[in-house]
């Protein structure tokens, strides 16, 4: 019986979770869960889950849902510290972290530290704080499994080869909704097109990414801690069908994918039970029905922000966590219609351009990073309108 801590249980990732656990009670239990604003679903969990302990963002909110549950009711706690207690669980043997945003940073951090495996969706902790984080997992000896579904497919398709026989990584990506638009067409482009992903369903914030490409760029970032590979060993394909999760291509030439219908349980799932594999009640892949696979490179031009993320990488140090600290409040801009799509990249350029960057002593330094970032976003923003 594996016991799970769920960091963001009411999101997109955090409720595929719950249904492959109701799925196979005989292997999983919950220890703990973690919301932002979703009370009514999170109490619905809790008397599902029956979790020992509960926690979500604000204080307030941690009354409301004790007295809503009553005799029922766990543990509740809240802010930070409370998410950190769920994080770091002496019950829980592994997190799954789903929170959205930098914000899920510390909670993973305190989980690794506490000696908890890891079930790693939340991409912007790699992208902010890389090289600590992965030296954190290293002294700790516990294990990261990757949920980005590139990143399960890579490191299902690096199973039984050399790490020195690699020559690069393939990240495939949808292009998601304004893949063949023109950049004049892109100009006016709203949120609600914007959020209507073809082949995903999945939270606000990285439909938009996967709308401005920057989806693609923070996972090239993940992708260099995860595997150890530098940003010139890290290529993007667009795929349009979503059916090649992504590829290692190794240096006698032979390139090794995994394909799947585009749903993440199938990598949740991995991340969970590794190395088993878990049967999940999905439709097979139909490749005759499909007909055709095919392949694109993407536009840098129409989308800035995957260029952005590799420059940020290559710059190195703090550029990477002010880069995803722009664009947390650039998307969000976005999305309260105070700024237009093509000025998500312009914002995160702006803010880029203003940083000097400094390498990584410890997560202090990553924390005032993010939090220039988004000052500076701000101010941005308010100097356009
Ligand atoms: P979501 O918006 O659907 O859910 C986010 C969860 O985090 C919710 O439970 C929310 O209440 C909680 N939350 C939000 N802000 C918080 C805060 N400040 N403090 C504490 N909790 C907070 O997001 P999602 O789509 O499930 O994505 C979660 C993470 O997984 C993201 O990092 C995303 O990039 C990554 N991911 C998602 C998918 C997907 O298909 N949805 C695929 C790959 C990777
Ligand atoms: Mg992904």
Redesign the pocket.
Known sequence: MKKLTI????????VSTLEIVADHPDRYRVVAL?????LRLLQDQVRRFKPLMVAV?DSADATVLRAALGDQAPEIVSGLEG?VACARHDDADMVVS????A??LLPTMAAIEAGKDVAL????TLVTAGPLVMAAVEKSGVSLYP???EHSAIFQSLKGHRSGDVRRLILTASGGPFRDRSLDDLVAVTPAQALAHPN???????SI?SATMM?KG?EVIEARWLFDLPGEQIAVHIHPQSIVHSMVEYVDGAVIAQMGIPD?KTPIAYALSYPERLALDLPPLDLCSLGHLSFQKPDLQRFACLGLAYEALEAGGTAPAVLNAANEVAVEAFLNEEISFLAISDVIRCALDRHEPTSLKDIAEVLHSDRWGREEARRIINSKN
């Open positions: 960091l963001g249980s009411t999101g997109s990732i955090g973690t919301a932002g604003k979703n963002v998410l789903a929170i959205v945003g914000a899920g969706a939340n991409k912007e949920v980005d579904s995903w369903e999945m939270g606000r914030k990285i990414d989806n923070l993440m």
